[in-house]
């Protein structure tokens, strides 16, 4: 059974900070994605990456796929209360065998 | 509007007694799953379907069936729930299974006592 680790489990940091989030795996990834989940609601899917080495961005975050396809990253610049949420990688092995990570709840303090 | 639907959203039930919940998409997707979330443990997948009359056992299928007769559905079964079946339980729809984009539905609620 393949693990997907995702640290840290909890960030709680002040507006304007910097963060990253990691994703790894022992395994390799046919695909990663990364998703946002908002209290009382269902994930919500923000990018999907698919080349090792691809570097995505989505206006503030940056997704980053490790070249072996092994990793990832989510980095977020200037962090806004907007930004607090559950955030979850997912890694697709061969698509056909998908692992969810335990999710990053992230709080982003005024 | 695209989306996932899923009831109830909130549920408490006792032990043994059994219930469905509901799922429906109107996506015209192939492939859906249900997934349990617990703190700490993430998303879990429970079943799957790749189509109708498709399914089969995703991570943790114990105590839980699924049925797909029509392409729009999915329900999932409890014949006898247990306290330890308490959880957030979410549905989820793609177009295809693997890279897609899945979209989950609002998530259930569920209290077994």
């Known amino acids: 059974t393949q693990l997907l680790e995702q640290s840290p489990q909890f960030l709680s940091i002040q507006e304007g900070e910097n963060l990253t989030v990691y994703c790894n795996s022992s395994s390799v990834f046919s695909s990663l994605q990364w998703y946002r989940q908002e209290p009382g609601e269902g994930p919500v899917l923000l990018v999907t990456?698919?080349?090792?080495?691809e570097v995505k961005k989505l206006k503030r975050l940056t997704f980053q796929f490790g070249d072996a396809r092994k990793d990832s990253s989510l980095h977020i610049t200037a962090a806004q209360p907007g930004d607090t949420g559950l955030y979850l990688c997912?890694?697709?092995?061969?698509?056909?065998?998908?692992?969810f990570g335990a999710g990053t709840r992230l709080t982003v303090k005024p | 509007e695209a989306q996932v639907t899923q009831n109830p959203r909130y549920l408490i039930t006792v032990t043994g007694k059994k219930l469905t919940v509901t799922c429906s998409q109107n996506?015209?997707?192939?492939?859906m799953s249900w997934y349990r979330q617990d703190p700490g443990l993430g998303l879990r997948q429970i079943y799957y379907s790749m189509n109708v009359e498709v399914t089969d056992k995703g991570d943790v299928p114990e105590g839980y069936k699924v049925s797909r007769k029509e392409k729009r559905n999915f329900p999932l079964i409890l014949e006898s729930p247990s306290p330890n079946q308490t959880s957030l339980y979410f549905c989820?729809?793609?177009?295809?299974?693997?890279?897609?984009?899945?979209?989950f539905g609002p998530g259930t609620r569920l209290l077994v006592l």
């Open positions: 989820a729809s793609s177009l295809v299974r693997g890279w897609g984009t899945q979209y």
């Open positions: 996506m015209n997707h192939e492939y």
């Open positions: 997912a890694g697709w092995y061969n698509n056909n065998d998908m692992r």
């Open positions: 990456v698919v080349t090792g080495g």
